[in-house]
């Protein structure tokens, strides 16, 4: 499924109406009466009961009208909040408003932010007539530009503690108003939404830092010709079951480990072999035939006794952590491989950030770089872009705010804006570089323009580790023949997906090490569903 971001959307909208003459009362007529079947579907119907819809100032309080409307419709009873004068209302929200009022639906309206406190009585009288069914966000959607404030910042406030206090579910229109539909950040308070309906294709803000406050969210057709949106050329997608289920590669009967490439994992140091432990473990449950992990030799024990399944070659030159003294050893043992990927658990002294940097400047296979080794790039951030092959890095915020020399906050600002840092950069012989910026919400960005938003993963996987699992995992894939793009969307994917079936029994508390034992469940999953 593609996303759209605001802008995209409205240029869409554009297109549907001029392109094909579908008016946007059409549209806003569509949006309504979808978001009323979803609301039925998922809180009952509303015949007999009361609906609060909130109404703000554009399009998505118009889609608020008409939801008022097909609630009389089927026998429920609307009550129209309006937070600006029906008759600054403009366009089709001007229409509905004004069909709304020929209907004499129960309509108040709030002028000043005093008057939320006579409201909630209001509402509360409302209950003792009919109970009360649903709140309903119609303040504001893809048009937000600015902090809430004021009457609308107190009605959002009042929302969300009617809503708590009373047990009623909220519905937002389009997107959870104070939300920003292009970042996901929140512009002030937000909406805590239970049911977010959004027309046509999801925005990034329903992704972006997790979408908690989006609650389930529905995606309804409007009724927007499936040419509008193909000849838009839409970059963005959702890593969702179906689009990764079209990504993995089929693994035939008749094979043997070789078939399924061989990935050199370089990482480790004293006192953070663990990672590269974990590393290796995801990696081996990727379908990746053999793993080798090279290591600093005084560490060899460690990894032997932990890694039965993966061979391991002992860097004589690293004593304690990777050295450029063994590059020319490396690159001997590339000579067999498939895919590398170095950074866990490697420490940042300078000679192992020479090797970092050399490998990532000359080695021709599919590297991917991680964790320090990604901070030993930052070091010389001119040779980033300077690859010999295809590259995924794989950084955190706070990684990829010294890769970019922006401030964390920034990076969490417009996280989409961050991982799309090297578009249009001048890359060597143009190989492509994918960044991976984790956290809730994973943003995919290639340098040639594909983007993508990750929608598996839960807060169980804020624990040590889980970088070192996703950092094998994608090199497992990487080594097995799948391209840069296809082994960082699926590898992201499914490494969220492998932890939310952990966290279907365990909320929290479930290790980077059962993440990793979760992959192969988490590729069965969504390879037995089979899509149309
Ligand atoms: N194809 C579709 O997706 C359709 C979407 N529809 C709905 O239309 C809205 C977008 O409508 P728009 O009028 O552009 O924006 P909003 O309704 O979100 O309101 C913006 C409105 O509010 C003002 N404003 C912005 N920020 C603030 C603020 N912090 N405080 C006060 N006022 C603010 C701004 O100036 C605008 O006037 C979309 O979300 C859908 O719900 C169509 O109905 C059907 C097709
Ligand atoms: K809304």
């Known amino acids: 499924m593609n996303i759209a971001t605001p802008k995209q959307m409205q240029a869409i909208d554009q297109a549907a109406i001029e392109e094909f003459g579908i008016p946007c009362l059409v549209l806003m007529e569509n949006a309504g009466r979808a978001t009323l079947d979803c609301m039925e579907a998922q809180f009952g119907?509303?015949?007999?009961?009361?609906?609060?819809?909130?109404?703000?100032?554009?399009n998505n309080g118009?889609?608020?009208?008409?939801?008022?409307?097909?609630?009389?419709?089927?026998?429920?009873?609307?009550?129209?909040?309006?937070?600006?004068?029906?008759?600054?209302?403009?366009?089709?929200?001007?229409?509905?408003?004004?069909?709304?009022?020929?209907?004499?639906?129960?309509?108040?309206?709030?002028?000043?932010?005093?008057?939320?406190?006579?409201?909630?009585?209001?509402?509360?009288?409302?209950?003792?007539?009919?109970?009360?069914?649903?709140?309903?966000?119609?303040?504001?959607?893809?048009?937000?530009?600015?902090?809430?404030?004021?009457?609308?910042?107190?009605?959002?406030?009042?929302?969300?503690?009617?809503?708590?206090?009373?047990?009623?579910?909220?519905?937002?229109?389009?997107?959870?108003?104070?939300?920003?539909?292009?970042?996901?950040?929140?512009?002030?308070?937000?909406?805590?939404?239970?049911?977010?309906?959004?027309?046509?294709?999801?925005?990034?803000?329903?992704?972006?830092?997790?979408?908690?406050?989006?609650?389930?969210?529905?995606?309804?057709?409007?009724?927007?010709?499936?040419?509008?949106?193909?000849?838009?050329?839409?970059?963005?997608?959702?890593?969702?079951?179906?689009?990764?289920?079209?990504?993995?590669?089929?693994?035939a009967k008749a094979a043997h480990k070789g078939s399924f490439g061989h990935l050199l994992i370089l990482a480790g140091s004293e006192g953070k072999t663990g990672a590269a432990i974990l590393a290796a473990k995801a990696a081996l449950r990727s379908g990746c035939g053999l793993v080798t992990l090279a290591v600093?030799?005084?560490?060899?024990?460690?990894?032997?006794?932990?890694?039965?399944?993966?061979?391991?070659?002992?860097?004589?030159?690293?004593?304690?952590?990777?050295?450029?003294?063994?590059?020319?050893?490396?690159?001997i043992l590339m000579a067999d491989?498939?895919?590398?990927?170095?950074?866990?658990?490697?420490?940042?002294?300078?000679?192992?950030?020479?090797?970092?940097?050399?490998?990532?400047?000359?080695?021709?296979?599919?590297?991917?770089?991680?964790?320090?080794?990604?901070?030993?790039?930052?070091?010389?951030?001119?040779?980033?872009?300077?690859?010999?092959?295809?590259?995924i890095l794989t950084p955190h915020p706070g990684e990829m705010a010294r890769l970019t020399g922006l401030r964390t906050a920034e990076i969490q600002a417009d996280r989409l804006k961050a991982a799309d840092w090297l578009a249009e950069a001048e890359i060597r012989?143009?190989?492509e570089i994918i960044t991976v910026l984790k956290g809730a919400g994973t943003v995919v960005c290639s340098n040639k323009g594909g983007w993508a938003i990750n929608s598996s993963g839960n807060s169980g996987m804020a624990v040590g580790g889980m970088g070192d699992v996703l950092a094998g995992f994608i090199g497992g894939l990487l080594a097995q023949g799948y391209t840069p793009w296809d082994a960082a969307a699926a590898g992201v994917f499914l490494h969220g997906l492998a932890a939310d079936l952990l966290a279907e029994e365990r909320r929290q508390g479930f290790t980077a090490a059962e993440v990793a034992a979760a992959l192969p469940f988490a590729v069965t999953q969504i390879n037995q569903i089979q899509y149309q």
């Open 429 to 431: 012989d143009n190989h």
């Open 45 to 58: 119907p509303v015949g007999g009961k009361s609906v609060c819809i909130f109404i703000g100032p554009g």
């Open 296 to 331: 600093p030799a005084a560490l060899n024990p460690i990894f032997a006794a932990s890694l039965p399944e993966a061979m391991t070659v002992l860097l004589p030159h690293s004593d304690g952590c990777l050295s450029s003294a063994d590059y020319k050893l490396i690159r």
């Open 62 to 251: 118009g889609d608020g009208l008409v939801i008022a409307r097909h609630v009389l419709q089927r026998g429920g009873s609307p009550l129209l909040i309006f937070l600006v004068e029906p008759e600054q209302l403009k366009g089709d929200a001007a229409i509905n408003a004004g069909i709304c009022g020929k209907l004499w639906i129960a309509h108040c309206i709030i002028r000043k932010e005093e008057e939320i406190s006579q409201l909630i009585d209001k509402i509360k009288q409302l209950h003792f007539d009919h109970p009360i069914h649903s709140i309903v966000d119609a303040l504001f959607g893809i048009g937000l530009s600015r902090k809430l404030e004021g009457r609308f910042a107190a009605a959002v406030r009042c929302i969300n503690d009617l809503a708590r206090r009373q047990h009623w579910p909220i519905t937002a229109v389009d997107i959870p108003s104070g939300l920003c539909a292009q970042t996901g950040m929140p512009l002030g308070c937000v909406v805590e939404a239970d049911l977010t309906v959004t027309y046509g294709l999801p925005k990034p803000g329903h992704y972006l830092h997790g979408g908690t406050a989006v609650g389930k969210l529905e995606v309804v057709d409007i009724g927007i010709p499936e040419q509008v949106i193909a000849s838009a050329k839409l970059s963005g997608q959702l890593l969702n079951r179906r689009s990764v289920a079209a990504l993995l590669l089929p693994r």
């Open 337 to 391: 491989k498939d895919a590398a990927i170095i950074g866990p658990g490697l420490s940042t002294a300078p000679e192992t950030g020479k090797l970092v940097r050399r490998l990532h400047q000359e080695l021709p296979a599919p590297l991917l770089v991680d964790a320090d080794a990604l901070n030993l790039l930052s070091l010389e951030p001119c040779c980033i872009r300077e690859i010999a092959g295809p590259r």
